[in-house]
């Protein structure tokens, strides 16, 4: 058993992921978070916005999950988002061509459908599932389609991306911005897509939660003002020629910029910005990487685009957040297909005196000749070049049609006039995050499984207080911690653990459950997640905790009855301290949000 397997094998068992679907047969692409994982998912998405729109100050928007048409022709998505499908010709199963080739030819995301075709029979490829032949490949479009209204309605999909509702709404955030570059806004939600053959878990969905980051900035000034707060920061790059050597390589942010490794600094800080949240979101340092696109994988709009990625111990190195310069690109698409002009108008510091090519239709005459069409006819007449305009007859393209206009209904010229700004269509920053990637990716890199024994001596223990406990309930010293042969641990950043303190009374009885509960109370006004509980010995319930990552647990026991303390117990070092139930919900609070030093938090117990 990998640890693939070990971790869906927890993560079953203690609630975080379900197959959904599972009383039907379940169906591939599709998990059910469970009442563990949904409060990690959630603590991950709180995080994110606390890193985006507290410290950023990007606000958040919502947009229906459902988009027309038009979007997804503007966005491309329509005649472009597509994925190279096999069938096996004998059990019909379906798969990714490019994956079915990738371990025998080189850049296979790069081959055409024929290419990929004429790969899988040369190599004589077949069917993983039965060794069956496959037919031929062809391109498959990743959108789920549905119809918006009764009837035949309008044609709709479910977004495949967060992003197009933010480019849409373009010109109410500019005003919500004061058209004052650069400004930005994040959306969290669903997005979907018709994947052909999911078989990773949650790092390949058909229903999965994007975090995006659209970051409008002023294509002539890609410095950011706060750069310096990442610019010594060093991080782990696998660039261009990096991977034409096979090799990573340490490099500061601010060498990198500089190097033209990195392209600027917006995107550089941003960067930057995604290896700070991954780390605190409890991603392994030692296993974190940011991949630059090689140019035959880079979208054709895009100036750099770099891959936060993870070492699995399955899959090898997956990615889970992109970080690109889309340029003008998503702008302009929209701007083009919904015949609306966007743009921030940019006012200079000084008005400048600017020569310019002007061209002036003449609407009295265009009206009564084009009718409903004069002001596009118009429009047109305003894109075309002053040798365009000095032929006869001038030639236009309006909805496709091709329309002759006479000369004597335009003027142009050149001139020289004051003009105090211009319009400008920014550029897009975009941070795009896979959730359910980055949840897989906390669940592996938190998963252990420890010599309890050899920890112990790691940690200086000197004894085991639960032993003393157990033998008054009756139970065998076996149970006692630091006795057992191993423990199975989930070392969750305290910042997104579902559970934050587990509150234990030794024993099930009035006396030691009433503190308990109010210990319980005080933690939740705090807005500490907490739990109760009181099943079991306490050795067992200290390994249940383990097993889901809670940092501390907090035993009350006769003890507490007389002087008033309580046993707190780090998850990661076994140690435990005593300490007042007075104020304790401040000390766990300081100790899972402000970074205090456990050994300070009380006095050593068993250490």
């Not at 650069?182 to 994947?195: C, L, M, W």
């Not at 010229?413 to 920014?426: H, L, R």
Request: net charge negative; hydrophobic share 35%; glycine share 8%.
């Amino acid at each position: 058993m990998d640890k693939y397997e070990k971790v869906f094998e927890l993560a079953k068992r203690r609630g975080f992921l379900w197959n959904s679907f599972e009383l039907y047969g379940g169906s591939r692409g599709f998990y059910d978070y469970g009442p563990l994982g949904s409060t990690l998912k959630r603590r991950i998405e709180q995080t994110w916005r606390e890193f985006y729109v507290i410290q950023e100050g990007f606000m958040e928007i919502e947009c229906p999950t459902i988009g027309i048409e038009e979007v997804f022709v503007a966005s491309g998505h329509v005649g472009g988002f597509s994925d190279p499908l096999c069938e096996c010709m004998n059990c019909k199963e379906a798969f990714r061509a490019d994956h079915l080739v990738q371990d025998v030819t080189d850049a296979a995301g790069t081959l055409s459908a024929e290419d990929l075709t004429k790969v899988i029979r040369e190599k004589g490829i077949t069917c993983p599932e039965c060794g069956g032949k496959f037919g031929e490949a062809y391109e498959f479009n990743l959108m789920f389609k549905t119809t918006i209204g009764p009837g035949t309605g309008r044609q709709g999909y479910l977004r495949p991306e967060t992003a197009q509702g933010m480019f849409v709404d373009f010109q109410r955030l500019s005003r919500f911005y004061r058209d004052k570059l650069p400004f930005g806004a994040v959306q969290i939600g669903k997005s979907y897509r018709n994947e052909i053959a999911p078989r990773q878990g949650v790092i390949r969905l058909r229903e999965f939660t994007q975090a995006e980051c659209e970051i409008f900035v002023d294509p002539r000034n890609k410095k950011h003002p706060n750069f310096e707060r990442f610019a010594d920061k060093e991080l782990v790059l696998y660039s261009q020629r990096g991977q034409e050597k096979g090799e990573s390589f340490r490099m500061t942010v601010r060498e990198a910029v500089e190097a033209g490794v990195i392209a600027h600094e917006v995107l550089g800080y941003n960067i930057a910005l995604t290896n700070e949240f991954l780390t605190k979101v409890g991603m392994d340092p030692a296993k974190l990487r940011f991949r630059q696109h090689l140019t035959d994988e880079m979208a054709h709009y895009a100036i750099d685009c770099w891959d936060a990625e993870i070492e699995t111990d399955r899959f090898g190195w997956v990615e889970i957040v992109g970080i690109a310069d889309r340029t003008d690109y998503d702008l302009k698409a929209h701007a083009r297909v919904s015949k609306t002009e966007l743009y921030v108008y940019v006012e200079y510091d000084e008005p400048k005196m600017v020569t310019r090519f002007a061209v002036k239709p003449n609407m009295g005459k265009l009206g009564p000749v084009f009718k409903g069409k004069a002001k596009a006819v118009a429009d047109a007449l305003k894109q075309l070049s002053e040798e365009e305009l000095s032929k006869d007859e001038i030639k236009v393209t309006v909805d496709g049609e091709e329309l002759t206009v006479s000369s004597d209904v335009v003027d142009f010229a050149e001139e020289t006039v004051k003009v105090s700004g211009e319009n400008v269509i920014p550029h897009v920053i975009e941070p795009s995050y896979g959730i359910d990637r980055i949840f897989y990716g906390i669940m592996e890199h938190a998963y252990d499984e420890e010599n309890v024994a050899q920890k112990a001596a790691e940690s200086g223990l000197k004894g085991t207080e639960e032993a003393g406990k157990e033998f008054e309930t009756g139970k065998d010293e076996s149970e006692a911690e630091g006795e057992e042969e191993a423990r199975l641990v989930m070392h969750f950043a305290s910042a997104v653990a579902p559970v934050q303190v587990a509150v234990l009374p030794l024993l099930t009885r009035k006396e030691l459950a009433d503190p308990a509960k109010t210990i319980i109370s005080e933690l939740r006004e705090k807005t500490l997640l907490a739990s109760y509980d009181d099943s079991g010995t306490i050795g067992r319930r200290y390994r249940r905790n383990d097993e889901i990552g809670t940092p501390y647990c907090v035993t009350v026991d006769y003890d507490t009855l007389e002087d008033g303390t309580v046993t707190i117990r780090d998850r990661d070092s076994m140690r435990q301290i005593r300490a007042p139930i007075k104020g304790i919900e401040n000390l766990l609070y300081e100790l899972i949000y402000r970074g205090r030093a456990f050994e300070s938090a009380g006095k050593p117990f068993n250490f």
